[in-house]
């Protein structure tokens, strides 16, 4: 069983019910509780008794090893049960936007103190704000209104129920409680489990660096800092010149691109995602020409298709390596081969592949890359790397002139000392042939997981990243509100990409450093969530209007000419 992955005690594991053997469990606690401790319910020789509301009941429990010893129901359809016992419920609350009940608070006699009931309701508070509930009502029996008043509960009307089992009427504001009685666990026993393709979270060295004095770019001790991390990047990557730039992985992109207009001839992009087109764009807006070899997302380029395109005889051949998007990891060697063969410079944008997989530009003409994602620092350092040496060219903007930073040691202009002292740190301190092993085996981890939990994961696993995981949720489940509750539970993915909300998809990647006890909790969330649905309702309002619809995808590879360029359709 996967940790609990919103609240954990010492003993107790705190989550959403969701397997048959769960449910078996809450119908015989039920039993015992209101059947045989409370007499509410007639006896049975089964032992169980089934609510009549389970259907439409979502219920938050509390385990100890694989027994369940506590639970709650929450239910948001009208009538509630507390309708049928008090005429005219809503007379007696106060002015709120949206109530939900909560029921069947049962909890093994074996473990009844104060900490497991208030574990319970600490769980399941967070999330119901987070579905937009603020407030709910309850049949507190009279037994314990002394700690429901003292944990917020308000009480309101007449006793309900009968003299064997009597009940006070109360409701309670989730934030109140949680203003009150502090949040679930989760957030203080475990850092936020970072599943984002950026920013990282930084080892201690890093942070330490990006704290220190900053220092002129000027000073010597800056030229030796660059040149030092100039001498790792190429280590790394097998690359013969690397310049260091303020800035992004997207300036890294536009550099590149100011390179290729200094070539004469067309070029050709590969575009197999999100990121393909971005690519696109950028050369769009350099002013190239160019064909685009499409293919649909999730897939990367075949090498019959690829080298149909090569028979265009392009000068350059633009691609990522890893496109984020969809996690498809692109076979350098094989493109690289192909590209010599059609005499054609070889691209490559590896922003999201450094630092994660084995990444080797012996043999590529300009590749970009950034100091965030895998490589482990802060995010604001472009990287351009380079097989020839570049030399100044005046009808470049100087800020993207490659060749201006070749020429001073890539200090042209103002440096950030921190930024570069931030990246320096991540190079000496991490061993990425290890990093790089460790990923291999982690990614395919998270997918299996994922995959035994329900989940649909794009991509050949085979030629896939182990590094991101893109998720394509069912059409009940909207990427933003599973983002949004995800995050509430100390989950972070990335979800709100234009791309990821038009497809109704949550991205995780691995490039914050996370162990498998980590994905283990963020699988646990992520079904959490899933279980939530029967409450949140969230379709109806989210994608009101049609503005977020899916992107049609291409099934087929196609060459085309981009709009604007000299070049005819294919």
């Known amino acids: 069983m996967c940790e609990g992955a919103m609240y954990r005690s010492p003993m107790i594991d705190f989550r959403i019910a969701e397997s048959p053997d769960d449910f078996e469990q809450i119908h015989r606690l039920n039993y015992r509780t209101f059947v045989e401790e409370i007499p509410q319910h007639a006896a049975n020789l089964a032992g169980v008794l089934v609510d009549k509301f389970h259907a439409e009941n979502t219920y938050f429990i509390g385990v100890a090893g694989t027994e369940l010893v506590g639970m709650l129901a929450v239910r948001a359809n009208r009538p509630f049960s507390l309708d049928a016992k008090l005429a005219d419920l809503d007379r007696f609350l106060p002015p709120h936007q949206r109530v939900c009940e909560i029921r069947l608070l049962a909890v093994d006699p074996r473990y009844r103190h104060r900490n497991l009931f208030v574990g319970l309701l600490r769980f399941s508070a967070p999330a119901l704000i987070a579905l937009g509930f603020d407030l709910a009502v309850i049949s507190g029996t009279l037994r314990q209104s002394r700690l429901y008043r003292h944990l917020g509960f308000v009480p309101f009307g007449p006793v309900v129920g009968t003299q064997e089992a009597p009940y006070q009427p109360m409701f309670l504001a989730p934030d109140r409680f949680v203003a009150r009685n502090g949040r679930h666990l989760h957030r203080r026993e475990h850092d936020p489990i970072a599943l984002l393709p950026g920013p990282v979270i930084v080892d201690a060295a890093v942070a330490r660096a990006l704290q220190q004095r900053p220092v002129s770019h000027r000073d010597p001790a800056v030229m030796a800092l660059v040149a030092r991390i100039q001498q790792r990047l190429k280590l790394l990557t097998m690359a013969s010149y690397v310049e ?12 590149v691109a100011q390179q290729l207009r200094r070539l004469n001839g067309h070029g050709l992009v590969v575009a197999t995602g999100e990121f393909g087109d971005r690519l696109v764009d950028h050369a769009r807006r350099a002013g190239l020409t160019f064909d685009t070899l499409r293919v649909e997302w999730g897939c990367g380029p075949d090498r019959d298709s690829f080298q149909r395109a090569l028979e265009r005889r392009p000068v350059w051949v633009w691609c990522v390596h890893c496109e984020t998007s969809t996690g498809v990891l692109h076979d350098l060697r094989s493109l690289g081969s192909q590209c010599v063969d059609a005499d054609a410079r070889l691209v490559v944008d590896c922003v999201s592949s450094l630092g994660v997989v084995p990444v080797d530009l012996e043999k590529v003409w300009l590749a970009s890359g950034s100091s965030g994602k ?15 040496p570049i030399a100044p060219d005046s009808s470049i903007p100087r800020y993207l002139d490659a060749g201006l930073y070749a020429q001073a040691g890539s200090i042209p202009f103002t440096h950030s000392s921190n930024l570069l002292a931030a990246l320096d740190a991540a190079l000496e301190t991490t061993d990425f042939s290890s990093r790089v092993a460790l990923m291999a085996r982690r990614g395919p981890r998270l997918r299996a997981l994922l995959q035994e939990a329900g989940f649909t994961v794009l991509g050949d696993p085979a030629s896939a990243s182990p590094a991101v995981a893109s998720v394509a949720l069912d059409p009940e489940l909207p990427s933003i509100w599973f983002g949004e509750l995800l995050g509430e539970l100390g989950v972070l993915v990335a979800y709100r990409s234009r791309y990821l909300l038009e497809r109704n998809w949550i991205q995780l990647a691995l490039m ?39 992107a ?4 087929q590879p196609r060459i085309t000419a981009t709009p604007g360029s000299s070049r005819k359709s294919a």
């Open 244 to 255: 260091i730039l303020v800035g992004t992985g997207t300036l890294a992109n536009d550099v």
């Open 374 to 388: 895998g490589l482990g620092a802060a995010p604001g350092l472009a990287l351009v790397f380079h097989a020839a």
């Open 512 to 550: 914050s450093r996370v162990d498998d006890a980590m994905l283990e909790r963020a699988v646990a969330a992520m079904r959490d969530v899933r279980a939530l649905a029967r409450l949140a309702q969230p379709c109806e309002p989210l994608f009101a209007g049609g503005s977020l619809g899916a």
């Open 552 to 555: 049609p995808a291409q099934t």
